[in-house]
């Protein structure tokens, strides 16, 4: 069946560094990448997506190529603030009026 | 902006009582889903309904729980007879389009804990 890895966390980072959080996923088909973000206490939202192979998705200052040879959706952003502290989950469209499958999130502490 | 909206926020209940979460999605939105997350991590797919209709369910879904769309806006889950097991955190979510394309709209959640 369909399924999604996501890099383990929690991750810390100091303000401004380079984020990556890894995100490879096994799939029939071509379907739709997702990354959401869920903030402490917060449902969770929708920080970009991609439909298509080589497709990039960016929002904020993320960014998310989907890599049909890798199968893999790398969430990216070169300068990361504190607001940016948050789980972020990586999710794989399902078919029809199906079900998403999320990864099991990682979790991003960002430090003054 | 439109928002997918939950009640209750918070609910405590003992064990093997009936829960009913509600759930009020995007109003031109045509699926709906419950999610459910434990421990502020993974987010496990319950069910996913569709005119009028269960499209998918997972594991997790058993005769304990139920879905209902009852009057055009509201989207409710119901457990039966809670266990322990079920305390979590419950999304519902919404989308126009199907999950494939689309992206899913979510709601603040409803904390279930089960005494």
């Known amino acids: 069946g369909d399924s999604v890895t996501q890099m383990e966390g929690p991750v810390t980072l100091s303000e401004e560094a380079f984020l990556t959080i890894n995100c490879t996923y096994t799939?029939?088909?071509?379907?739709?990448l997702f990354w959401y973000v869920q903030y402490p206490g917060e449902g969770l939202q929708l920080l970009l997506k991609?439909?298509?192979?080589?497709d990039k998705g960016s929002n904020k200052g993320f960014e998310a190529t989907y890599r049909k040879e890798t199968t893999s959706f790398h969430l990216e952003k070169g300068s990361v603030q504190v607001s940016d502290s948050a789980v972020y989950f990586c999710?794989?469209?399902?078919?029809?009026?199906?079900?998403?499958?999320f990864g099991d999130g990682t979790t991003l502490t960002v430090k003054p | 902006e439109p928002e997918v909206t939950q009640t209750p926020s918070h609910q405590v209940t003992q064990m093997g009582q009936e829960v009913i979460l509600r759930c009020v999605p995007i109003?031109?939105?045509?699926?709906f889903y419950w999610y459910r997350q434990i421990l502020g991590q993974k987010v496990e797919f319950l069910v996913s309904?569709?005119?009028?209709?269960?499209?998918?369910k997972s594991e997790i879904f058993d005769d304990q729980f139920s879905v209902e769309r009852p009057d055009g806006s509201n989207f409710t889950l119901k457990i039966r007879s809670t266990k322990l097991e079920d305390s979590a955190m419950y999304f519902c979510?919404?989308?126009?389009?199907?999950?494939?394309?689309?992206?899913?709209?979510f709601g603040e959640g409803s904390r279930l804990t089960v005494l």
């Open positions: 979510a919404s989308s126009e389009w199907a999950s494939n394309t689309g992206e899913l709209f």
């Open positions: 799939a029939t088909g071509y379907p739709s």
């Open positions: 991609a439909t298509k192979a080589d």
């Open positions: 999710a794989l469209g399902g078919s029809g009026a199906g079900k998403s499958t």
């Open positions: 109003s031109n939105h045509l699926y």
């Open positions: 309904f569709y005119n009028n209709e269960i499209s998918e």
